[in-house]
């Protein structure tokens, strides 16, 4: 798999003392290189047209006026929300969105599999209102771009401990979504929904309450979930907000869930991309104590591409309002 990463993504809050620190793509790197993974692929900038497929031009004008009026070392929210930002956030996010492009451009050329280890992070990012550590969508540019240029449908898959409002927001056009997430946490939004419009498009958010789930569980979840959003979507590729502040022990997060599901989430992505045809771009998302984001990352990647085969789990550990929400979708017609 390639990696996708820019030394530019260190430069965002670098000093700041803030949880979304340059630290947790540094540990990443490393312990890539370490296992011998980092195959890696420089990006470019996003360009206007391609973050105007999911944001608005007077939110990108006022991003980039915000954080063209900081002094050096200085640090200010967005006034859309609680994002924070220094004098080289917007280079560093345009940055990102272009990582995610890199990424699913490298995955629809047909070289396989990529992920984009970018920051700052992306799926809170609405169409005008940057939130929650994020500036741009990173995930949804690369599947709206792979839409607009194939025409064909994606299927976004985000796994973080928070719920993605910002992707959620977008979801038509080509383009489905389905997550697991605490809730009620940040951002408030994640309320148990099933969807299906008349264009075929989907949604899929399985809350988790914030006290956590069993590992076995939560596996289990994303195997029926994988399974029948595919069935139903037949997607052109999968867009992956890796998200592993779900992670027990993560300083933000944390639903309890052990390290090993990183190897079950990659061994099935792995499965569910040979099974279906579509190509796969993973994004970072959360993950808040860099050692163990670092090893997370460097699991998944190994299982994918090893085509490690996930554990089966049964869903006899699934909260009985989950398993309902998973009968409904196995009822879908294709």
């Known amino acids: ?42 990006p470019g900038d996003a360009g206007e047209s391609a973050l105007l497929r999911v944001h608005s031009r007077q939110y990108l004008e006022r991003v980039k006026q915000e954080v063209e009026s900081l002094e050096p070392g200085a640090l200010r929210e967005l006034s859309t929300g ?11 996010a345009v940055r990102a969105a272009g990582g995610a492009l890199a990424a699913i451009d490298h995955a629809a050329s047909g070289r396989g599999a990529a992920f984009a280890l970018v920051r700052p992070p992306g ?11 994020c500036l741009f969508n ?44 605490a809730h009620p946490a940040y951002p408030g939004t994640g309320e148990r929904a099933l969807r299906r419009t008349a264009a075929g498009d989907i949604e899929a958010s399985v809350p988790i309450l914030p006290i956590g789930i069993a590992t076995e569980a939560f596996v289990a ?9 595919v069935r139903v979507v037949r997607p052109g ?8 502040d779900y992670l027990e022990g993560d300083p933000v997060g944390d639903l309890g869930v052990g390290l090993e599901s990183a190897d079950a989430l990659g061994g099935l992505l792995r499965e569910t991309a040979d099974t279906s045809g579509a190509v796969v771009a993973f994004c970072l998302e959360g993950g808040y104590d860099p050692r163990r984001l670092g090893e997370a990352v460097a699991r998944t990647i190994f299982a994918f591409d090893t085509g490690t085969v996930a554990p ?9 309002t989950i398993r309902r929400q998973l009968e409904e979708m196995a009822a879908w017609p294709e």
């Not at 609680?82 to 560093?92: A, G, I």
């Not at 799926?123 to 550590?133: K, L, Q, S, T, Y």
């Not at 999968?238 to 998200?243: D, F, L, M, R, W």
Request: charged share 25%; net charge negative.
């Open 1 to 42: 798999m390639k990696i996708v990463y820019d030394p530019l993504y260190q430069e965002h809050l670098r000093g700041a003392g803030h949880p979304e620190a340059p630290d947790r793509v540094e540990s990443v790197v490393a312990h890539l290189r370490e296992r011998g993974l980092f195959d890696c692929l420089a």
């Open 82 to 92: 609680d994002t924070v930002v220094d004098e080289r956030s917007y280079e560093v």
């Open 123 to 133: 799926h809170h990012a609405e169409p005008a209102r940057g939130m929650g550590f």
């Open 138 to 181: 990173n995930a949804a540019v690369a599947a709206r771009a792979f839409v607009a240029e194939t025409g064909r449908r994606v299927l976004m898959v985000d796994f973080d401990y928070h719920h993605g409002n910002g992707t959620q927001a977008i979801v038509g056009e080509g383009l489905s979504y389905v997550s697991t997430h």
């Open 221 to 229: 979840i994303w195997r029926e979930l994988l399974e029948h959003a």
């Open 237 to 244: 590729a999968i867009v992956v907000s890796a998200g592993y």
């Open 312 to 320: 089966d789990a049964e869903l006899g550990g699934v909260p009985l």
